[in-house]
């Protein structure tokens, strides 16, 4: 069994670093333990991979996170595991403008950016929670991987699968996508994704604005998709989320106390942050004081356009 064993810097926050990267407490292809572990299946340039990620503290060794992969994808997975859990991730270039942010900044010292290195990963589920409720789409992601994913290789815990491959998701009927709640429109986004993933994939190694462009070249995917799909494939810090229903509202409240906030005035406040963008926000999220978000909900509300 491959192990690799990563000495993050200090402080470190292991559980705030990966939660990013799972939909919904029974997401099917990441899951964390009571204790801790971190369980995740992908799809790498090299097949299936099963990735068990484990903290371990001690007084003599200080904080050590073990990896351990089975799979034909168990080395790919290993040599990027650093870049997974933020190690290519620069907290300190941010600097703070606002007190808030300055705030959660320190609070959050041990937040990282993961990358995985991986585009359909991340674009599939983002493109399920286009313009409807988060709980949907978390369903949608867990009914459509348990019925067409694979079982994924060596001791993954029961109801784990690794997310189908491209040809796979092509193949799936129209009431399935039905069935799981999915439309017509997000289903064809998936599909025309499907037909171009080498090509998306491709994306995962390039600067920000060229692989926003790329992955925006197939129609049903804008910006807000691409963003938050790049925010985890890349690790970019600037990949602002844009068309979010709530997000400017949130940031606008956060910042100046105004409850009408817009993209553009989203962008006004966040122009001190140009190049982390995306850590600002997310700092401020995490921090508060955020205004109620039923107040701004609307009856299919993740985002307001694609």
């Known amino acids: 069994?491959?192990?690799?064993?990563?000495?993050?810097?200090?402080?470190?926050?292991?559980?705030?670093?990966?939660?990013?990267?799972?939909?919904?407490?029974?997401?099917?292809?990441?899951?964390?333990?009571?204790?801790?572990?971190?369980?995740?299946?992908?799809r790498t340039p090299q097949g299936p991979v099963t990735l068990k990620i484990t903290e371990h503290v001690s007084p003599a060794d200080g904080t050590v996170i073990a990896g351990d992969a089975w799979g034909?994808?168990?080395?790919?997975?290993?040599?990027?595991?650093?870049?997974?859990?933020?190690?290519d991730d620069d907290p300190a270039a941010l600097i703070p403008r606002h007190r808030i942010v300055?705030?959660?900044?320190?609070?959050?010292?041990g937040l990282r950016l993961p990358r995985t290195g991986l585009v359909m990963e991340s674009l599939v589920p983002t493109v399920l929670e286009q313009r409807i409720t988060t709980g949907s789409a978390h369903y949608a992601w867990r009914r459509l991987l348990t019925r067409y994913g694979e079982q994924?290789?060596?001791?993954?815990?029961a109801g784990m699968r690794v997310m189908p491959p491209p040809q796979v998701w092509r193949m799936?009927?129209?009431?399935?996508?039905?069935?799981?709640?999915?439309?017509?429109?997000?289903?064809?986004?998936?599909?025309?994704?499907?037909q171009h993933a080498p090509r998306l994939e491709e994306a995962a190694a390039m600067l920000l604005p060229a692989a926003a462009a790329r992955l925006q070249l197939i129609p049903g995917i804008g910006p807000w998709t691409a963003a938050?799909?790049?925010?985890?494939a890349l690790?970019?810090?600037?990949?602002?989320?844009?068309?979010?229903?709530?997000l400017p509202v949130q940031i606008g409240y956060a910042l100046t106390g105004r409850r009408d906030g817009t993209d553009e005035l989203m962008l006004q406040l966040l122009a001190p942050y140009t190049g982390?963008?995306?850590?600002?926000?997310?700092?401020?999220?995490?921090?508060?004081?955020?205004p109620n978000r039923r107040a701004h909900r609307a009856p299919h509300s993740r985002i307001a356009h694609l």
Do not use: F
């Not at 009927?173 to 994704?193: F, K, M, N, Q």
């Not at 690790?235 to 709530?246: F, R, S, V």
């Not at 982390?276 to 995490?286: F, G, N, V």
């Open 228 to 232: 938050e799909t790049l925010q985890r």
């Open 235 to 246: 690790g970019a810090p600037d990949a602002l989320t844009l068309g979010d229903l709530h």
């Open 276 to 290: 982390q963008r995306h850590r600002a926000a997310r700092l401020i999220l995490l921090s508060g004081p955020l």
């Open 72 to 87: 034909p994808g168990a080395a790919w997975a290993l040599e990027t595991l650093p870049a997974l859990l933020g190690a």
């Open 102 to 109: 300055a705030q959660a900044h320190r609070r959050h010292a």
């Open 152 to 157: 994924p290789p060596g001791p993954a815990p």
């Open 1 to 42: 069994m491959p192990r690799l064993l990563w000495v993050p810097p200090e402080p470190y926050d292991l559980a705030r670093t990966l939660r990013v990267l799972r939909h919904g407490r029974g997401d099917p292809a990441c899951r964390r333990e009571a204790d801790g572990t971190w369980w995740r299946t992908c």
């Open 172 to 194: 799936i009927p129209s009431w399935e996508w039905h069935r799981a709640g999915v439309d017509r429109a997000r289903a064809t986004a998936i599909l025309r994704a499907c």
